[in-house]
């Protein structure tokens, strides 16, 4: 009876597991790129940009300009939760490109 309870309440904790807990990425802009200029994150991810360069940059959804940053000025940061896959791009320095990939 005594290994059945446990063979039972092993599969029950197996089955109820909580999702792991979501993470926070760091993405540095940084000599005119984003590094890593691509990231694999899940869905609540926190994804966070730090301007390390001497120069003001954005962070600007690429496709439909759904999201931005607005101006960030050199040692500002701002985060963003992801829910889904985005290209983004500084749109005051146009040739700076990143991905973010859900998984």
């Known amino acids: ?3 059945l309870f446990a063979g039972l309440l092993v599969l029950f ?3 109820t597991q909580q999702k792991p ?3 926070n990425h760091i993405v540095v802009i940084e000599g005119m790129k984003f590094q890593p200029s ?7 991810d926190t994804v966070t940009w730090i301007n ?9 959804e690429e496709n439909t300009k759904a999201w931005s940053s607005g101006i ?5 940061q701002w985060s963003r939760v992801t829910t889904s896959s985005a290209s983004y791009f500084c ?5 700076m490109k990143g991905k973010l990939k859900v998984n």
């Open 91 to 95: 749109s005051i320095h146009m040739v």
């Open 52 to 60: 390390r360069d001497i120069v003001d940059h954005d962070i600007t």
């Open 1 to 3: 009876m005594f290994r």
């Open 13 to 15: 904790v197996s089955c």
């Open 21 to 23: 807990a979501t993470e």
């Open 38 to 44: 691509a990231l694999l994150v899940r869905s609540g």
């Open 72 to 76: 960030l000025g050199a040692g500002e």
